[in-house]
């Protein structure tokens, strides 16, 4: 079993930073995959970020590229995301999720475990 809790959201002006992290906890895998995912009013849920934990490989959405940054810390079990230059697009509840497998994936389907979600607002 796998929990995973994330933390950081919140309302940001345009322009401004936020920093997401999620704390994961119980059973560990010897190879898996953890990602950012986000949903706004009316959409399907989109992949955002993702990394390897074996060599912290990490994939981004061309959305957030040269903006959001994903980050592990194998210490404390815990992944995080650094946003920067946030814009109103990028408001959405935003959701960790994690895979026992080493490969990164950009589909909900692929992912067996999720955190509750957190509210990032970013106003104009």
């Known amino acids: 079993q796998v929990q995973l809790v994330e933390s950081g959201g919140g309302l940001v002006q345009a322009g401004g930073s936020l920093r997401l992290s999620c704390a994961a906890s119980?059973?560990?895998?010897?190879?898996?995959?953890m990602g950012w995912f986000r949903q706004a009013p009316g959409k399907e849920r989109e992949f955002v970020a993702g990394?390897?934990?074996?060599?912290?490989?990490?994939y981004y959405a061309d959305s957030v590229k040269g903006r959001f940054t994903i980050s592990r810390d194998n210490a404390k079990n815990t992944v995080y995301l650094q946003m920067n230059s946030l814009k109103p697009e990028d408001t959405a509840v935003y959701y960790c999720?994690?895979?026992?497998?080493?490969?990164?994936?950009?589909?909900?389907?692929?992912?067996?475990?999720w955190g509750q979600g957190t509210q990032v607002t970013v106003s104009s």
């Open positions: 999720a994690a895979r026992p497998v080493g490969l990164v994936a950009t589909t909900t389907n692929l992912y067996d475990y």
């Open positions: 119980g059973r560990t895998f010897s190879s898996y995959t």
């Open positions: 990394i390897r934990w074996s060599d912290g490989s990490t």
